[in-house]
Nanobody, 115 residues
């Protein structure tokens, strides 16, 4: 019954922006640590950004300075603001959230950046 839903993906031109959301429902727990990951065709899934329940944040070097992760605990939602997008940012973006004893994956949202 735990449900993680990513949204906000789409097609943008290089230099554009998108804001992704990861919303949790159906859990008796508030979201703990949350990570955003992405997977390009033919490549393995890689971490993009993370935020702990206490607000500690990490970014992959490839996105630092362009992406911002944040959370709204009252809504059990984590956001990823993506600015100055590059074609190499293209991929399916997944959220993984700790809820109670384990992490849960969402279904992903497609981000495509055209040159």
């Amino acid at each position: 019954q735990v449900h993680l839903v990513e949204s906000g993906g789409g097609l943008v031109q290089a230099g554009g922006s998108l804001r992704l959301s990861c919303a949790a429902s159906g859990s008796g727990f508030s979201i703990g640590d949350v990570g955003w990951y992405r997977q390009a065709p033919g490549k393995q899934r890689e971490p993009v950004a993370s935020i702990t329940g206490g607000g500690s944040i990490n970014y992959a070097d490839s996105v630092a300075g362009r992406f911002t992760i944040s959370r709204d605990n009252a809504k059990n939602t984590v956001y990823l603001q993506m600015n100055s997008l590059k074609p190499e940012d293209t991929g399916v973006y997944y959220c993984n959230a700790i809820l109670g004893f384990r992490g849960y994956w969402g279904q992903g949202t497609q981000v495509t950046v055209s040159s």
